[in-house]
Structures are given as structure tokens and as C-alpha cells.
């Protein structure tokens, strides 16, 4: 396990890099989750069999998560959790285990709003942009300075969220793509859809990830 410098505190993280990783996916949780998340475990080890590297980190400390269990404030405080997210981007480029694999992100929940905002603010240093049942509208502003090819995945039956990511997607102005997974709620619970998200992300980041690299 990792102890990750980000600004004021350190968070943990679990760093696996497979044998010649095409790239690192780091992964930025969403409302109320951690690294230990079922489902962003699921999609990881889908991307490890891709050949791709993954950190999953907690984006707020154990006493943040105390307190926001109870009032439910900063996990939508985008900005701080992109601010930490860029942080830890920048921590890992400088681990020699690393350097040389292009970074990309997958966000969910309120997670996909942080990595589009961090993704803006670092410009073409990220390769590339997953969002799993997001909500990219939180970037506001950000979304048109995103520079990294995102891929936006959200649940049919979904609704609120498909349409707050139809909305997003029209602001984007990078290379992107919006894929709705057929019968597929916001937790992607229903048989083969979770397995749907990683087949779509370990696509889009092989595709983006090496090519960058």
C-alpha cells in the first residue's frame, strides 16, 4: 500500500502494475466510496488483464470520511477532490515504477466530475477520460477545456444521470463518446453490466493510452 502526499494530507493507495503496462488508470471513487469499492475493484483487474496499471486511492482521509458520512459535504466539494486527484497524479509521475506510462482516469459517481476537472487542469498530460455512471455536469466550466478523449458510460435506466451526461457531453470539445448500457441502472447491478463498463473503458484506454505512449 502506497502513502500518497496531496497537499495537506496522505491517502492511501493500491498501486498493480502487470508486465509491460501499456498505461495507469488512476481511479477517483465516487459518493460515500473508497478504494476498496466492489465495483471499481471489478473494473480494475478487468484493466490489469488489459495490460493496464491501476492505482485505486482513497480521496479523503479516515476522519473526512467520518465526518462526511454525517453530513454528506465533501463528497461533492469537486473542487477539493480534483485538487487532490491532480496531486496524486502529480506524486506518481515522479515514482520511477511509472514514469514512462501515459496516465488516464476513471471516475464514478461524483469521482467523474473530479477526474474532468483535474483533467482539464492538466491538460494533455492525461491520456484519457472514463466516467462510470457520472456527473461530468459538476465540472461546469471545466468540461470545454478537457483535452483528453473521454468516454462517458451511464446505465439505460439511469435516467436523472443520462440526461445530466447528454447535457455534459454537448460542452465537451475533445475527442468523446457517450455509451449507454442497455438495461443498466446507476450501480450497473443487472447481470453482465458491470461487465460491460470495464470491456468499454479497457477499449477506450488501450486504444488512448498506448497510442499516446
Known amino acids: 500500500m502506497l502513502q500518497i502526499p496531496a497537499s495537506e494530507v496522505t491517502l492511501p493507495g493500491d498501486l498493480e502494475i502487470p508486465a509491460k503496462a501499456g498505461g495507469l488508470v488512476l481511479f477517483a471513487h465516487g459518493s460515500g466510496s473508497s478504494r476498496r469499492s466492489p465495483r471499481n475493484q471489478a473494473v480494475a483487474e478487468t484493466l490489469r488483464e ?28 469537486i473542487g477539493l477532490l480534483s485538487r487532490r486527484l491532480v496531486r496524486v497524479t502529480e506524486e506518481i509521475a515522479n515514482d520511477p515504477r511509472c514514469a514512462s506510462l501515459r496516465v488516464g ?3 464514478a459517481s461524483t ?20 466516467s462510470r455512471g457520472g ?30 451526461n447528454e447535457r455534459a457531453y454537448t460542452r465537451l470539445e ?10 443498466a441502472t446507476h450501480l450497473f447491478q443487472e447481470p453482465g453490466a458491470l461487465e460491460e463498463v470495464a470491456r468499454l473503458a479497457a477499449e477506450w484506454f488501450r486504444k488512448h493510452l498506448r497510442a499516446a505512449g
Open 50 to 77: 488489459a495490460g493496464l496499471a491501476t492505482l485505486l486511492f482513497d480521496l479523503l482521509t479516515p476522519d473526512e470520511e467520518a465526518a462526511d458520512a454525517c453530513t454528506a459535504h465533501l463528497r461533492f466539494d
Open 105 to 107: 482516469y476513471f471516475g
Open 135 to 164: 456527473r461530468p455536469d459538476l465540472a461546469g466550466d471545466a468540461l470545454a477545456y478537457v483535452k483528453a478523449p473521454t468516454l462517458l458510460i451511464v446505465g439505460e435506466r439511469d435516467e436523472e444521470v443520462l440526461r445530466l
Open 174 to 183: 475533445c475527442e468523446k463518446s457517450l455509451a449507454v448500457v442497455p438495461r
Open 111 to 130: 469521482g467523474g466530475a473530479a477526474a474532468l476537472r483535474a483533467a482539464a487542469a492538466l491538460g494533455t498530460r492525461i491520456g484519457a477520460v472514463v
